[in-house]
């Protein structure tokens, strides 16, 4: 794939993330904790899978934390400080979905407001250093 049509591919991608990350914080209006940390974490994700496709890669799998880490020495030095804001969204792809992933409790019973929020915030900075990588910001 020529460099044009990856970075048009990781615009779409970016795109995307910050579609999810906007869900994201019209349900965190609406008091839908779980699902607004989810959205969050999905907008971290696709926004990294951004920045791999414009480097050429083939971005694998849901941890942010793994995509920050095993991203070119390169590029890893700019990313490293994103780090924590990735390992608090990790956390998040699973038990904000499923009614069996927490014991006795549900996403909707789980989640504050606050936890949406911090999610959301992690997920911007994450989101705008792709974006500033990618020559949007």
């Known amino acids: 794939m020529s460099v044009e049509k990856r970075l048009l591919e990781a615009h779409r991608w970016l795109a995307q993330a910050w579609d999810d990350w906007e869900a994201g914080k019209a349900l965190l209006?609406?008091?839908?904790?779980?699902?607004?940390?989810?959205?969050?974490q999905q907008a971290g994700e696709k926004a990294l899978k951004a920045l791999w496709i414009a480097l050429g890669l083939?971005?694998?799998g849901h941890s942010l934390a793994r995509l920050l880490r095993?991203?070119?020495?390169?590029?890893?030095?700019?990313?490293?400080?994103?780090?924590?804001?990735?390992?608090?969204?990790d956390k998040?792809?699973?038990?904000?979905?499923?009614?069996d992933a927490?014991?006795?409790?549900?996403?909707?019973?789980?989640?504050t407001e606050e936890e949406a929020r911090k999610a959301l915030e992690d997920a911007q900075a994450i989101?705008?250093?792709?974006?500033?990588?990618?020559?949007?910001?």
């Open 29 to 40: 209006e609406k008091s839908k904790h779980a699902q607004a940390a989810f959205l969050a």
């Open 58 to 60: 083939d971005p694998w």
């Open 70 to 89: 095993d991203l070119p020495p390169e590029e890893a030095a700019a990313f490293h400080p994103l780090l924590p804001q990735a390992l608090a969204l």
């Open 92 to 99: 998040l792809y699973i038990p904000t979905r499923y009614p």
């Open 102 to 111: 927490l014991p006795g409790l549900t996403p909707k019973e789980a989640y």
């Open 127 to 137: 989101l705008k250093a792709v974006e500033v990588r990618l020559g949007q910001g």
